[in-house]
Antibody, heavy 121, light 108 residues
Framework: QVQLVESGGGAVQPGGSLRLSCAAS????????MHWVRQAPGKGLEWVAV????????FYADSVKGRFTISRDNSKNTLYLQMNSLSAEDTAVYYC??????????????WGKGTTVTVSS | EIVMTQSPATLSVSPGERATLSCRAS??????LAWYQQRPGQAPRLLIY???TRATGIPARFSGSGSGTDFALTISSLQSEDFAIYYC??????????FGLGTRVEVK
């Protein structure tokens, strides 16, 4: 079945770095754009970043621009989020979500269970 | 950036009753709106896209309506598993993709 499994979360000190991974299965990963969405404790959903199906286009939320980098390896069916210069405001559950087939325009139809990132000294 | 405003923040409903949740966009988004359900401790799940199309496997008691700036999600007869938080999201004008703050549906 269609599945997304995030990993790589954990506790990190302010200013530190972390790389999240999202392993996809059950669908042709290389044909879909992919998103990262986060949710701070007790808060709503915040879109973080998106990458086109072939990696040629990527966009970021202003809150993470210049600090986070989205990437993908279609040969490994895996999406990544490199997070640098982390601060307490980045503490959240990070979800990867499947976007549109071949197109950035669209909603998110499949979500992973999320991985927790805690930034604290 | 398009701002999505959901109301009410919390809706208290008895099981079996009807619930109507509202979502307003700060500018015209056509029908490019999705609704998601998030149960406690779980990931969001797509319910509705294109404002009124149910996603695969979503029960018929969930319905979406609206276009332009005003949208609604209606749950015709609340079941126990429907008590959750519901988010609307616009995908018309991006980046960013933007979500509302959510409506919590709780047991009355």
């Amino acid at each position: 079945q269609v599945q997304l499994v995030e990993s790589g979360g954990g506790a990190v000190q302010p200013g530190g770095s972390l790389r999240l991974s999202c392993a996809a299965s059950g669908f042709t990963f290389s044909r879909y754009c992919m998103h990262w969405v986060r949710q701070a404790p007790g808060k709503g959903l915040e879109w973080v970043a998106v990458m086109s199906f072939d990696g040629s286009n990527k966009f970021y939320a202003d809150s993470v621009k210049g600090r986070f980098t989205i990437s993908r390896d279609n040969s490994k069916n895996t999406l990544y989020l490199q997070m640098n210069s982390l601060s307490a405001e980045d503490t959240a559950v990070y979800y990867c979500a499947r976007g549109r087939y071949y197109d950035l325009f669209g909603y998110m139809d499949v979500w992973g269970k999320g991985t927790t990132v805690t930034v604290s000294s | 950036e398009i701002v999505m405003t959901q109301s009410p923040a919390t809706l208290s409903v008895s099981p079996g009753e009807r619930a109507t949740l509202s979502c307003r966009a700060s500018q015209n988004i056509g029908s490019n709106l999705a609704w998601y359900q998030q149960r406690p401790g779980q990931a969001p799940r797509l319910l509705i896209y294109r404002a009124s199309t149910r996603a695969t496997g979503i029960p018929a008691r969930f319905s979406g309506s609206g276009s332009g700036t005003d949208f609604a999600l209606t749950i015709s007869s609340l079941q126990s598993e429907d008590f959750a938080i519901y988010y609307c999201e616009q995908y018309d004008n991006w980046p960013p993709w933007t979500f509302g703050l959510g409506t919590r549906v709780e047991v009355k």
